[in-house]
């Protein structure tokens, strides 16, 4: 008897117009272009305007990701939106994006795992459509982080931007699926190290939204090994392998975490898919961003085996292997 596979249908993505440069910020805090880049790969990153909503961003990526895949919006019936910084405490920015789109009929609904956050709202709008529950998934990572970087902390505020992706998702009869589709996923999360990663705010403790805040170094020391763990996981599920895959599309934190990740897993530098130059770390953001990127330029094709990677604060971090 045939199951059910989630096929991606199409993908969109959407950056801010205003592009905030390393030189840009040397201007504002003690910092300098050559610092930024060696310690990071980060050139430059992008910033929502004043009155521009993380809603916004995810409306304009969902609506990309609709055309490219010739659905009409009427044609949805789940939303699941990715994100860290929702317009508003509740209700969820999902169900902006929702009505804004004039759905009005299925779930929408937040997924809150911070720069992991697309790969868990993928995960899970797979394993709804593979009850049967609906038919057709848009998954969003949008974010609007600049909200909460203290402009004065260089060792964060530079690291980070504003973005939004999106994929649409359709439930699939595995016969008629041909290969495509989402083939494995992993998640994990592990919240003794919720203090490495953090906002100081929130509406139970401060009341305040608060800033991020981050032990770098302790970060970088564990984000490889959690990243390989889990893609190796990927691989035995699969039967794939790092030969075998044709992208690697990972969390855009850091290049030195990407190519130390890759390294490691004996993933070629050829096929690693790289935008943290320019959009910074756009956390929920950056998969979504990247992939859509490398369809957009003509890199990942139909078929192409995909390998999706993150890691955030919490920690959390997870995979997916995706057949596009």
Not at 26 to 52: F, L, N, S
Not at 73 to 82: C, F, K, P, Q, Y
Not at 168 to 179: F, K, P, S
Request: glycine share 10%.
């Amino acid at each position: 008897m045939s199951g059910i596979r989630s096929v991606a249908r199409g993908s969109g993505s959407y950056l801010p117009e205003r592009v905030l440069s390393n030189d840009d910020l040397a201007r504002r805090i003690d910092t300098t272009d050559d610092w930024i880049v060696q310690r990071t790969g980060i050139r430059q990153r992008h910033i929502a305007a004043e009155g521009e909503f993380t809603s916004h961003l995810a409306l304009k990526a969902a609506e990309r990701a609709l055309a490219d895949a010739g659905f009409a919006a009427r044609d949805i019936d789940l939303i699941i939106l990715a994100t860290a910084t929702p317009d508003q405490t509740f209700p969820a920015t999902s169900v902006t994006v929702q009505a804004e789109l004039g759905i009005t009929r299925g779930a929408a609904f937040d997924v809150q795992a911070v720069c992991s956050g697309f790969v868990f709202a993928l995960a899970t709008a797979d394993a709804y459509l593979k009850t049967g529950a609906f038919d057709r998934a848009l998954v969003i990572g949008a974010e609007t982080f600049s909200r909460i970087l203290d402009w004065e902390d260089r060792g964060t505020c530079v690291l980070f931007g504003d973005g939004a992706g999106a994929m649409v998702l359709e439930a699939v009869r595995e016969d008629d699926a041909h290969g495509a589709g989402l083939l494995t996923s992993h998640l994990r999360s592990d919240g003794r190290h919720r203090t490495k990663l953090f906002v100081d705010g929130g509406p139970s403790t401060t009341g305040t939204v608060g800033h991020l805040r981050m032990e770098g170094r302790e970060v970088f020391k564990h984000a490889v090994g959690m990243i390989t763990d889990v893609i190796e996981d990927a691989f035995a599920a699969t039967g794939e392998s790092a030969a075998s895959i044709d992208w690697f599309v990972p969390h855009q934190a850091n290049r030195r975490i990407i190519d130390a990740s890759a390294l490691k897993l004996g993933i070629a530098p050829e096929k690693v898919v790289t935008t943290v130059d320019q959009h910074g770390n756009t956390s929920a953001a950056s998969i979504p961003l990247a992939f859509d990127l490398a369809v957009r330029d003509g890199r990942i094709k139909r078929g192409d085996l995909v390998l999706l990677e993150a890691m955030g604060g919490g920690f959390t971090w997870g995979s997916a292997l995706l057949r596009w």
